[in-house]
């Protein structure tokens, strides 16, 4: 690639550098993202003053906890998938990761955030990936970001969904329970 500028865009976690490629009239930038680097699409505004993310280069690192692709039963009125669909598989996500944290039962006690970024379509590849982020005595909240894979002939990735989930660790009898140690 011919580096002709190197430029700063975002601020924060969100902050990167990119190389622009005359050739391609794209730039390229690593952006620090909550699941290791992410390569991202953008292009420059028409007046040339700022840098849009048209969209990601692929996925993050490490593995997604759930990918399902959206049927034609799943779409509302306005042909895009119900956030009803969304909203349930991040729970499903959510809730296989602390499962595994609190080695047994847990049930969903709270939606702290969940911001729709953008509307799925049919045909899309829709990936879950999940983190713990804080543990407490009887709790385990976990952020899940949910991204799209469009357009298999000029791949893009979009990132579609994030949320934040409380899950409550249960005993056989449904009773809330401590989380255990983590194991090392």
Known sequence: MVCQSRRSIG?????????????????????????????????????????????L??????????RVAPMPADVNAAGDI???????????AGGIVATQRARGRVATVAVNSFQFKQPVSVGDVVSFYADVIEVGRTSITVDVSVYAERNPASPLVVKVTEAKLTFVALDREGVKRLVPAAVS
């Not at 280069?57 to 759930?66: F, M, N, T």
């Not at 119900?82 to 499903?92: K, Q, S, T």
Request: cysteine-free; overall charge neutral; glycine content about 14%.
């Open 11 to 55: 601020s924060g976690p969100g902050r990167a550098m990119v190389d622009f490629d005359p050739r391609m009239d794209e730039y390229y930038p690593l952006l620090t993202a909550a699941h290791g680097n992410v390569k991202v699409r953008v292009r420059q505004s028409m007046d040339g003053k700022a840098l849009i993310m048209t969209g």
């Open 82 to 92: 119900f956030g009803g669909w969304v909203m349930a598989h991040v729970d499903i």
């Open 57 to 66: 280069l692929g996925l993050p690192a490490g593995q997604p906890v759930l």
